[in-house]
């Protein structure tokens, strides 16, 4: 659970409750079989001996070649770096949220924002040193969520407010760029291949779905539709925290809010502060003398300043965030892992004819390698009818909210440029 849970309402308000409960189910299924074929092309490698660390190498294995390394690698991390810069998009309006009898400007917001996080992303260099704040991370979020909530029930419904189970002006448009919301909520899998190989036992990897998958669904399904039922079509763009009215509740769960992002802004700069060191300056991101530590700082603070520069230039959260969504959530989610277990089995020969039946199935039985550049459609035809089914629906889905959702997001970024101001422009906060 993320903060693309206070998107929620808005979502809701576009497409209405019936459809946002059955996208949401839906997302939530098909995410938890991408990441059960994530699993699966796991144990495929490390049967051959292959320890596939991330999205890249697991292309690299699968796909064959640097040249599909290369592209999902891009993918993946261009995903996280845009991703992390929602986070000081939020920063900055939670900071607002803070400060609202002081009409902060959004820009001056953001630019604190990021200097509170300066000293924070250069000393921290090790997903190690930052795991224990994970916790506290879920929890100050679910205070965030529950003191909003919690104010618009003791304020009540007022008579006015329209939720339609269907939202009046629904259109192609709207349902996908909507859509890329809910994508975005279910966008975990870039880091799964990583942490399956930290893992004593990978294989159990999948039983973490077991608890986390139907708590997800229910805290979004609950949060959106308790939101919508008290704010209706009228939920703001900006999340759900604006939903409150100005309050002295307002300025803690704004201050909740910045505590919640600042932690995980951290985590996922150590992660992309590490990646680009590993690649411009290797061992500096492992080593304690001062020479790498500066270089490592160096990196944080580019990281953090572009990061900074584009939440600017797209400063709408909701719409930054379907606009991820479409463009790499999507395939790093859904696509990529149906490509990944396609090529595995493709570069592999079982055994026994049954032996990839089913990708739900046991895989017990051993793997003979043909070669890392010899792919055989033979082999993928041996997974079952169903299965195939289930791979080109996903595949459909996944193309049709990439480029519908996509389009939908710019022409909202283009309309909200216009109704709430340009980047850089002061943009105050407007709480309900």
């Excluded at 659970?1 to 839906?26: D, K, N």
Aim: hydrophobic share 55%; aromatic share 12%.
């Amino acid at each position: 659970v993320g903060t693309s849970i206070l998107t929620f309402s808005f979502v809701a308000a576009q497409l209405g409750s019936v459809i946002t409960v059955v996208l949401m189910v839906a997302c939530c299924a098909f995410a938890v079989y991408t990441a059960l074929l994530m699993c699966r092309t796991h144990a495929i490698l490390r049967r051959k001996g292959i320890y596939a660390t991330s999205m890249g190498e697991a292309a690299r294995h699968t796909l064959g070649g640097d040249a599909s390394a290369m592209f999902v690698f891009a993918i993946v991390y261009g995903y996280a770096f845009l991703g992390n810069s929602t986070y000081v998009l939020v920063l900055g309006q939670a900071l607002q949220g803070v400060l609202y009898n002081f009409e902060l400007c959004l820009p001056q917001a953001v630019a604190v924002s990021a200097v509170c996080c300066w000293p924070f992303v250069c000393v921290v260099r090790n997903l190690q040193e930052s795991t224990t704040l994970c916790f506290v991370n879920l929890i100050v979020l679910v205070g965030v969520v529950v003191l909003v909530l919690g104010s618009l029930v003791l304020q009540g419904r007022s008579p006015g407010v329209h939720a339609p189970i269907v939202a009046d002006h629904l259109t192609f448009s709207s349902f996908f760029g909507a859509s890329t919301n809910v994508l975005y909520g279910y966008a975990g899998h870039w880091l799964y291949f990583e942490l399956m190989t930290e893992m004593e036992k990978p294989e159990e990897f999948m039983k973490v779905f077991g608890i986390n998958a139907p708590v997800q669904l229910a805290a979004y399904i609950l949060t959106s539709m308790l939101a919508y039922y008290y704010v209706g079509s009228a939920a703001q763009s900006s999340g759900l925290l604006f939903a409150m009215p100005q309050s002295v509740w307002f300025s803690v769960a704004s201050f909740l809010l910045f505590a919640h992002v600042i932690v995980v802004f951290l985590i996922k700069t150590v992660v992309l502060t590490r990646f680009a060191v590993s690649h411009f300056s290797p061992g500096s991101e492992k080593s304690s003398e001062l020479r790498d530590r500066l270089i490592y700082a160096g990196w944080a603070t580019v990281v953090l300043v572009v990061g900074s520069l584009a939440a600017l230039a797209i400063p709408f959260f909701s719409q930054f965030l379907g606009l991820i969504g479409g463009l790499f959530a999507a395939p790093i989610s859904y696509l990529f892992p149906v490509l990944f277990y396609c090529g595995a089995v493709g570069r592999t020969t079982p055994e026994q004819e049954d032996a990839w039946s089913m990708p739900m199935t046991s895989m017990d039985g051993a793997v003979d390698d043909i070669s890392a550049d010899q792919f055989v459609w033979g082999n993928v035809r041996r997974i079952s009818r169903i299965a195939r089914f289930g791979f080109l629906l996903i595949l459909a889905v996944v193309a049709l909210v990439a480029v519908a959702g996509t389009i939908s997001e710019i022409r909202s970024i283009i309309k909200a440029v216009g109704t709430e101001g340009a980047p850089l422009s002061c943009q105050l906060l407007h709480p309900g």
